[in-house]
């Protein structure tokens, strides 16, 4: 419920940084045109001359000119000591590069100054590319000719000490000044790690609101107080109070914890910083605790706004003894303790958080000050999977005689991302059969895939396993339908489905359960031992089929005597081991508390009550055995029975009775 107040003509300090920070990032989107969810490119600078500009150029054009330029012809060396001792060649230039021949003479004046131009390519002239010969100079002594060494020029001087020492040492200075600036910070730098990952989301920019999320209600209405902290903060100080500094929403895996995040961003129109908790881990030590310090001074600068960490669980763990010295996650984790706790109350930033791993949190994390408040975001019941349902179908053609409720009430347990896929699935159902419509019949089907698995139509067994299967899956079904309370039979089917299942019978209860008597407990126990009765008694014979049912039931009884206290020796006694798990999920630790001779007694205890209802049911089938033949005789001829028609056949074999 919104609250109307009166606002002063006069803005206070946050308002006009809130308004402020509004037109900045509006003024960006428009000129930029960026995408949402991004961060606002930095400011490019301009062209500035740069002394690596020159030295590029020069580098590229004596690569031209060395690979490219003109090059003088040549001849053998041999041939050239050959033309001096015929005494063709007169007269000899040596340098370094080339030894150069001449047919006719120049004054010496003239050769010693190097002003001597002989065309390249001139008959007169040859050239070779000297070879170390210590006979070469006393050759010319004795053949009179006349050599010199020509002057080197001041071009050829620089382009020589340029390729030996000016070249490398550039090379060397330039790989050391990138590395340098990729150490300093550079994109993708190694300094860069330090800084933080999160995505800046503007306001407005999340596209999601509290309408736009159902099924939670209750965490719906313990966010509200945030999103009037950042909208109307001048009230609490006026009063005095003090918003929660953070806020953890915990709940089992696609309940909505990342949706409620973005409502709570959208509604309160404020940036939004979305990081994952193993964002902030890497392989260098103190990056993770570098990350958290610079994203909350980001928020800070971006205040009034919101902090999101998904999976907070991934460097929130309890601190506990470690082998090794240095823990990165464990100074992460102390990082982001001094962080919040440094959090000034009315600087307008508030941390969000998700975990479906609550338990293996660290104590000072959860602590008032820090996490102050905790806000559960579970699996929706009835109305609130009505409510999904309907959302996201918004954009879906579904046909008019879908009744959602009657599909809620088959989705017990669901979460919402279970929900949409579902949603889903019935539409590429309906396209597949080329409907332009879904219909409930769509529904229906996607149900018993996402429950059930996909439906093994490829996969054939022969008539003997089909019999067995057949009555298998009637043995369930008529335990549950003479069973008091256990939950109706919603349909039997003998199709292969799923990695193993040749059958199988869906039970779906008429309304959400939060409490199981003893009695109903013991009755999903019969409904499961049904069909391995039902094998004996047709067959006198049992298989391997009912494996999964016999897990399930021993799962059941274990927990009746050693959590539940359901046994006549240890009434009302808690035997069940000290464990963590998350929401329901599975098991981490365990670490019985109690003797071996206690173990014994649970043993003897299970065994004792499986086959005492075992015993049960066999006699319940044999009452029922016209019962019996009849539905399965059915089932083989039609392969799959829903609730109705299996309740048909019981009514009608009753009336001829």
């Known amino acids: 419920m919104e609250e109307t107040v009166d606002r002063p003509h006069r803005k206070d300090e946050t308002g006009m940084k809130r308004e402020a920070l509004t037109k900045i990032v509006k003024d960006k989107d428009k000129e930029e045109k960026k995408k949402p969810g991004l961060k606002p490119p930095e400011n490019k600078p301009g062209f500035r001359i740069n002394i690596w500009y020159f030295l590029g150029f020069f580098l590229l054009v004596s690569m031209v000119n060395a690979f490219f330029g003109e090059r003088p012809q040549t001849i053998e060396f041999s041939e050239f000591k050959n033309k001096i001792v015929s005494g063709e060649i007169k007269q000899v230039e040596l340098s370094d590069t080339y030894y150069t021949g001449f047919t006719t003479e120049v004054p010496d004046a003239i050769a010693k100054q ?110 509200v107080e945030v999103v009037d902290f950042l909208k109307n903060s001048s009230r609490y100080d006026a009063i005095g109070g003090k918003v929660p500094k953070g806020v953890l929403l915990v709940g089992p895996p696609g309940t909505g914890k990342t949706m409620l995040a973005k409502a709570v961003a959208g509604e309160a129109g404020t940036p939004f910083f979305k990081m994952s908790g193993a964002d902030f881990v890497e392989l260098f030590v103190g990056v993770g605790a570098a990350r958290v310090r610079d994203l909350f001074k980001e928020a800070r600068k971006n205040a009034p706004c919101i902090i999101f960490i998904d999976e907070l669980d991934a460097i929130g763990k309890s601190r506990g003894p470690s082998i090794t010295g240095n ?47 905790q806000v559960l975001v579970d699996r929706p019941d009835l109305d609130g999977r009505k409510a999904i349902l309907e959302i996201h179908s918004r954009n879906v053609q579904v046909d008019s005689s879908v009744d959602f409720s009657k599909v809620a009430a088959a989705t ?27 219909i409930q ?19 054939v067994i022969n008539k003997k396993e089909k019999e067995i299967v057949a009555y298998h899956e009637t043995g369930h079904a008529l335990v549950a339908a003479f069973t008091e309370g256990a939950d109706p039979v919603q349909k039997i089917s003998i199709v292969p ?42 067959f006198g014979k049992i298989s391997n089929g009912a494996s999964n049912d016999l897990s399930r039931a021993t799962d059941t009884v274990r927990k009746m005597i050693t959590e539940y206290g359901m046994s006549e020796k240890f009434k ?29 007694y649970i043993d003897e205890q299970i065994a004792a009550t499986i086959n005492d209802r075992y015993e049960k049911v066999l006699r319940l089938l044999r009452e029922k055995n016209d019962y019996l033949q009849l539905v399965a005789k059915k089932l083989l001829e039609v392969e799959v029975l829903d609730g109705e028609q299996f309740q048909a056949l019981l009514d009608d074999s009753t009336k001829a009775a």
Do not use: C, H
């Open 114 to 223: 190097g002003t001597r131009q002989d065309p390249v390519g001139n008959a007169n002239v040859y050239r070779t590319i000297p070879v170390q010969d210590s006979g070469f100079i006393p050759l010319l002594d004795s053949k009179g000719v006349k050599y010199y060494t020509r002057p080197v020029s001041v071009g050829e001087m620089f382009g020589k000490v340029f390729l030996t020492w000016i070249l490398p040492f550039g090379l060397l200075i330039a790989l050391w000044w990138f590395m340098s600036s990729r150490m300093r910070g550079g994109a993708g730098g190694v300094m860069s790690f330090g800084k933080n990952k999160a995505q800046l989301v503007s306001e407005g920019d999340t596209g999601i609101k509290f309408s736009d999320v159902a099924g939670a209600d209750e965490a719906k209405e313990e966010l």
């Open 572 to 600: 009302n006694v808690y035997l069940g081991s000290n464990q963590s798990s998350y929401l329901g999920g599975m098991q981490t630790s365990e670490r019985k508390e109690y003797s071996e001779k206690t173990q014994l």
């Open 497 to 538: 489905r799923g990695m193993a299942a040749l059958g199988y019978t869906m039970q779906l209860p008429s309304e959400d359960r939060f409490l199981i008597t003893e009695d109903e407990l013991l009755g999903r126990v019969d409904v499961l031992l049904g069909g391995r009765a039902a094998e004996q008694i047709v």
């Open 412 to 438: 017990v347990g669901f979460s919402g991302a279970d929900l949409a896929n579902l949603v889903n699935e019935a539409a590429i159902l309906a396209v597949r059969r080329e409907r332009k419509t879904v």
């Open 327 to 373: 823990d990165e996650r464990e100074q992460t984790l102390n990082q982001l303790l001094v962080e919040m706790d440094g959090f000034d109350s009315k600087g307008g930033v508030i941390i969000l958080a998700a975990t479906n791993r609550p338990e293996i949190l660290d104590p000072a994390l959860l602590r008032p000050g820090r996490f102050d408040r």
């Open 441 to 459: 019949e769509d529904f229906t089907e996607a149900i018993e895939k996402l429950v059930a698995g996909l439906e093994k139509k490829s996969r």
